[in-house]
């Protein structure tokens, strides 16, 4: 992977906190879904 250059200015880095911050909500989204996920399979297959 070749390295990012990252632009110093106020804008550049303002945004790129605010995609760092919606990465992690979307992450913990998705771990907050898998237990959810887990038991409708579980439930579907009959196994519950």
């Known amino acids: ?3 990012e250059k990252k ?3 106020p804008h550049c880095e303002a945004r790129e ?3 760092q911050a919606a990465e992690e ?3 913990a989204v ?5 237990p959810v ?3 409708t399979l579980f439930n579907t297959v009959g196994l519950l």
Do not use: G, K
Not at 30 to 34: C, F, G, K, Q, S
């Open 37 to 39: 996920l887990t038991i």
């Open 7 to 9: 632009c110093p200015c």
């Open 1 to 3: 992977m070749e390295d």
């Open 25 to 27: 909500i979307n992450f």
């Open 30 to 34: 998705l771990v907050a879904l898998v």
């Open 17 to 19: 906190a605010q995609e």
